[in-house]
């Protein structure tokens, strides 16, 4: 069989991960995704004991997590199982759900912050149009950040998801790496 | 400008795409007596009124619903926004 190597979304062998003053940024490339969509009149389904979040936000199980993407459509993540037939597996937990893997059109940058919400919120402010203060932990939203489509995920007060389609990968990094530069000197 | 999305709250309009009037949604059956005169109606003629408005809107970059916004056209306040799905769903007396 032809040898290949596997590369990640900004084409390193390994994922990216960088450090801006109390920021750090760093690529995910173990998380698994698959698309959960209801069918109509359909009951909502529990996959994996996880409770499905109400629109915009987010919750975590075991293992597993969700956050809402549109009218009884959510996307799941299980971390460290990218390499897994993830979507399959999902399928057998959620009988007569329309699943999509997805894990490959993705790329996931998370941000965390080691001084608390301020240098998020402060990311945030600069790249969004959402309003930070009502986008606290368990939230996750989809919305145009530097003309790309991204979902943005809060995992915590100082931690930040966003992602985008993998083949705009570079855009994107491009983007939080400067934005996260320039916020580097401002007091937070 | 603001949208008070339904589910989502007040969102950008930047993140939403205008189709036009919500009349849109009543499509004439394409089978019935006086079809021709039907669609030439639907899809020529609409009314532009200078005040309050209901229109379709896409939410794009967001969760993909289409909207019936009320918008007076004449100061561009937003009057209110509700899911198009459940305005056709209510208008068909539930059946999709």
Known sequence: MTDLTPITALGASAPADQHFGPLRISE???????????????????????????????SQGQGVAAFWTGPDQWMIEAETRATEDFAAELASHAPGCSITE??????????????????????????????????????ATRTGLHH?????????????????MRSMARDLWHVLQETARRLKGEPA | ????????????????????DARLIDRPDGMAEGAEAAFAEYVYLRDNPA?????????????????????????????????????????????A
């Open chain 1, 28 to 58: 995910n490339a173990d998380m698994a995704l698959a698309s959960l969509a209801l069918r109509r009149a359909a009951d909502m389904p529990a996959p994996m004991g996880l409770e499905l979040p109400a629109p915009g936000k987010w």
């Open chain 2, 51 to 95: 005040g309050v408005h209901r229109e379709l809107w896409f939410h794009e970059q967001g969760d993909r619903s289409w909207l019936i916004v009320t918008r007076d056209t004449v100061t561009h306040e937003i009057l209110g926004a509700e899911l198009a799905r459940n305005v056709a769903l209510a208008a068909n007396g539930g059946e």
């Open chain 1, 148 to 164: 790309l489509s991204v979902f943005l995920v809060r995992r915590a007060e100082d931690r930040l998801a966003v992602m985008t």
């Open chain 2, 1 to 20: 400008m603001l949208i008070p999305h339904p589910l989502l709250g007040l969102r950008d309009a930047q993140e939403f795409t205008y189709l036009g």
């Open chain 1, 102 to 139: 997805q894990t490959d059109a993705w790329t996931v940058f998370e941000i965390t912050s080691d001084r608390g919400d301020a240098p998020i919120r402060a990311m945030m402010e600069k790249l969004v149009n959402i309003d930070t203060g009502s986008f606290g932990p368990g939230s």
